[in-house]
């Protein structure tokens, strides 16, 4: 059976204000990417979203960013390598902790925002991501096909998990279009369910002038804050479904 792994950007919420629907998002996917309180989140909430997931089989990812919670880790921050790596070290700590007291742990590291963006070509943070994930173990990394990123991962003995995102347009190279761009986010429940069949049984995904690209990606990312989307992931469910497309994490 053709299997793909559906994942979610989870536990954002600060300051009691909910920024999605966890709990719904949860019931639907097979792996949640945690923010680790440096773009997003506090510490109850995100070991609120933690118990969650433990409790529905849901593998626990740490979603890692810049240290920006007003900008939403959506800003570069030119880091020195070496506080970056430990920046993310800590942020890896910090969530295992909150999920190991749910009786789970951090299985794998996806960067968030800008960071994620900025590691496809700036060799010194990707390194510093890399040295921050090896500090704390040989956990797999979650990354954009294609990246420097990728190369610096595998060398380093990583396993790399090629992602694609169901709700958000790509470049004719194979790089996201910028959230500042019109039509940067699909909002349409059938786009998004064809983004995912696509990439699940054709390895590829059809970017903003109808190039495909082929990123034969484990995983398809829908995003717990876009405009409907528990909707959004409800009609991805289904379609997979209908077409006996197993959703299934990649560990």
């Known amino acids: 059976m053709t299997t793909i792994d559906l994942n979610a950007d989870l536990g954002e919420s600060t300051g009691g204000n909910p920024v999605a629907d966890d709990a719904a998002m949860i019931a639907l996917i097979s792996s949640a990417n945690v923010a680790c309180g440096f773009h997003a989140g506090e510490p109850h909430g995100i070991a609120t979203t933690v118990k969650a997931a433990a ?3 849901v593998v626990v990812g740490a979603h890692v960013g810049y240290h920006d919670i007003s900008g939403f880790g959506r800003r570069f921050i030119d880091y020195a390598p070496a506080e970056l790596a430990d920046e993310v070290l800590y942020q890896i700590g910090a969530l295992d902790a909150l999920a190991r007291a749910a009786g789970t742990s951090v299985r794998y590291v996806k960067p968030h925002g800008a960071l994620y963006n900025t590691i496809v070509h700036n060799r010194e943070h990707a390194q510093a991501v890399i040295d921050g994930v090896k500090a704390f173990g040989d956990l797999p990394l ?6 420097v990123a990728c190369t610096l991962a595998e060398e380093a003995g990583l396993r790399v998990i090629h992602e694609a995102f169901a709700d958000r347009a790509y470049n004719p190279d194979g790089t996201l279009v910028s959230r500042r761009e019109p039509g940067a986010v699909l909002t349409d429940p059938q786009a998004v369910a064809d983004r995912v069949l696509q990439v699940a049984t054709t390895g590829a995904v059809t970017a903003h002038d109808g190039t495909v690209l082929n990123v034969a990606a484990e995983s398809v990312c829908v995003h717990g804050d876009s405009p409907g989307a ?5 009609a991805v469910v289904e379609a997979l479904h209908n077409k006996g497309v197993e959703i299934r994490s990649f560990l």
């Open 55 to 57: 409790e529905r089989g």
């Open 230 to 234: 528990v909707q959004l992931t409800q």
């Open 142 to 147: 979650m990354l954009l096909p294609g990246g």
